[in-house]
């Protein structure tokens, strides 16, 4: 094979280190969609769980008795969703300190809505005497919410990291790929919320 004929099986000059990139991005979407898919799975079973129980539980408390609509919570999770989208288009562009800044308040918009969560279960708890061994309200409730929550906590980590690095100058437009992986993570999160807000505080009520 000629040197022309190697070029052009590369693609090129360099053609395997162009595609290279390539790969790794289609690599990383594809991980992320499967993480997606078997999440979802998981929530299905907790949110078939809750559904099935509605409403069969011998003893109070019950859900209309105790549950209040989180609706600041709401406003800001779903509200980070565009914040995120804005924080990995900046890094994207070359705004590095404006995709921090974005990325920060995704995570703070995040903590405030997990912080309404540790208000409410302290309330359930304390104030209203619901534990997961309660009835079958509290044993499927704390699961579902508990489940979302713990991932709200990995997106929330994920999301500090991505921070701390675009300040401390190491996060480059290069990494725009994983910074947007990070974003679909936590679309997924606010997704599945809109589902348990909807079953939980809507139907479940």
Request: proline share 3%.
């Amino acid at each position: 094979m000629t040197g022309a004929s190697r070029s052009e099986a590369g693609g090129g000059p360099g053609g395997g280190a162009a595609l290279a990139p390539a790969r790794i991005q289609l690599k990383g979407r594809t991980g992320i969609l499967g993480l997606i898919v078997a999440e979802i799975s998981l929530f299905a079973v907790f949110v078939v769980a809750y559904l099935f129980y509605i409403g069969k539980s011998v003893n109070g408390p019950y859900p209309k008795d105790v549950l209040e609509l989180p609706v600041l919570g709401t406003v800001c999770l779903l509200s980070s969703s565009l914040s995120v989208a804005l924080g990995a288009r900046a890094l994207r562009r070359g705004h590095v300190g404006l995709s921090g800044i974005w990325l920060f308040a995704t995570a703070a918009l995040g903590a405030t809505f997990l912080a309404g969560t540790a208000r409410e279960w302290y309330r359930l708890i304390y104030s209203h005497g619901l534990t997961i061994a309660t009835n079958l309200f509290g044993t499927t409730f704390y699961p579902l919410v508990g489940l979302h929550a713990s991932h709200v906590i990995i997106g929330l980590f994920m999301l500090g990291l991505c921070s701390v690095l675009a300040w401390a100058g190491a996060l480059r437009p290069v990494h725009g790929e994983r910074v947007e992986i990070v974003s679909w993570y936590w679309h997924f999160v606010d997704a599945v919320w809109v589902v348990v807000f909807t079953v939980v505080y809507v139907i479940g009520r």
